[in-house]
């Protein structure tokens, strides 16, 4: 029986389950069962909005296409989920989370200032046919 020699100083850890394996493992290392449930019901707010607004405007999307948006919000997800613990593995927590909330707070105030540049050019829009 040979022994094993190492030049490392501890045995190397065998490579951890796949990313959404670990996030839904209780107790596991990424998530928890309460924060996948938190992220599970604001998807679903925000799904269950979004068909709302189109019942009220009265407009119906076929089964087939209802499909192929469930399929492409599930691919940028799983993308998502993908490319995160990518991040975590290059950066330190706190960067990346840091990192994530300006990015959100770039994308927040990118919107508002749109929205803001719209409603000032429709104002001027509105403005220009009362003076005519």
């Known amino acids: ?7 490392l100083p501890h045995k190397q850890q065998e490579s951890p389950p796949h990313i959404l394996v ?8 990424r998530m928890n ?6 992220l599970t019901i604001s998807s679903s707010l925000d799904n269950f909005g979004a068909g709302l607004s189109y ?13 192929l948006i ?6 940028f997800s799983y993308t998502g989920i993908i490319c995160g613990g990518c991040i ?9 989370n840091v990192t994530a909330a300006l990015l959100f707070f ?3 105030l990118r919107l508002v200032l749109l929205t803001w540049q719209q409603r000032k ?4 829009v509105e403005a220009e046919e009362k003076t005519e």
Do not use: Y
């Open 106 to 108: 770039v994308i927040g």
């Open 88 to 96: 975590t593995k290059i950066l330190p927590n706190l960067l990346a």
């Open 121 to 124: 050019r429709n104002e001027q």
């Open 33 to 38: 069962w309460f924060t996948v449930a938190l």
């Open 22 to 29: 670990e996030a839904l493992r209780p107790g596991g290392d």
């Open 1 to 7: 029986m040979k022994k094993e020699i190492s030049l």
């Open 55 to 67: 019942g009220i405007c009265g407009i119906r999307i076929k089964i087939i296409h209802n499909a």
């Open 70 to 75: 469930a399929l492409i919000a599930f691919l």
